[in-house]
């Protein structure tokens, strides 16, 4: 039973528009949310994270939003470029508590962003 | 050289065989991780080695064998694989073992049982 669903293999957006990748979790005592982008042939590399206190959190053209009563949270880049081609990953964790290293993560979303 | 770093990229083996995979971290941090990423299935934690200490086996079948000799380099030993164990192993470390802390890949190697 996956506790976290990415339900959208892939994306395709053009160059400058917003680009909005979706997560859905199902165990409710995750409380802490991370994003990771993976290139072909490298390893995932972190992107951004949120933790359950919070409704949103900003990195330059990256935002996450959490919706805790929907179990939901999703990734915007804006504007997308070419560069953020790539597969995107979405994690979730149990913050408190002595497990928290354990990362949850979805099978991802292919993002293609066209010129 | 910086980062986390895996060998070999690519290993293709019998299932009589007996290897070994290797993941070297140079970012002095004290947690390291085993994943598994199988073809259309997430990434699933394998192992967790805290400060040198084996403090997660997620339910991994005993042909797989991690090491942890010191806090910089990690093992995963292999012997009488099943075709099904082809995937892709990634190896990370954080700081510490938290998830507040981010986890930094390796580039992974692709596993091939024959």
């Known amino acids: 039973d996956q506790q976290v669903k990415q339900n959208s293999p892939s994306l395709s957006v053009q160059e400058g528009r917003i680009s909005i990748l979706n997560c859905d979790y199902t165990n409710s005592m995750f409380d802490y949310f991370l994003w990771y982008k993976k290139y072909p042939a490298e390893g995932p590399t972190f992107l951004i994270s949120i933790s359950s206190i919070k409704d949103k959190n900003e990195d330059g053209r990256f935002t996450v939003f959490l919706n805790k009563s929907a179990k939901h949270l999703s990734l915007h880049i804006v504007p997308s470029q070419p560069g953020d081609s790539a597969v995107y990953f979405c994690a979730a964790s149990v913050g408190s508590g002595g497990s928290n290293y354990k990362l949850t993560f979805g099978k991802g979303t292919l993002l293609t962003v066209n010129p | 050289e910086t980062g986390v770093t895996q060998t070999p990229r690519h290993l293709v083996m019998g299932m009589t065989n007996k290897k070994s995979l290797k993941c070297e971290q140079h970012l002095g941090h004290n947690a390291m991780y085993w994943y598994k990423q199988s073809a259309k299935k997430p990434l699933e934690l394998m192992f967790v080695?805290?400060?040198?200490?084996?403090?997660e086996n997620n339910s991994v079948p005993s042909r797989f064998s991690p090491e942890c000799p010191n806090s910089s380099h990690l093992f995963l030993h292999l012997h009488t694989l099943q075709p099904e164990d082809s995937a892709l192993y990634l190896c990370?470390?954080?700081?510490?073992?938290?998830?507040?802390?981010?986890?930094?890949f390796g580039p992974g190697t692709r596993l091939t049982v024959t």
């Open positions: 080695y805290s400060l040198e200490e084996r403090v």
């Open positions: 990370a470390s954080s700081l510490t073992r938290t998830s507040t802390y981010e986890q930094y």
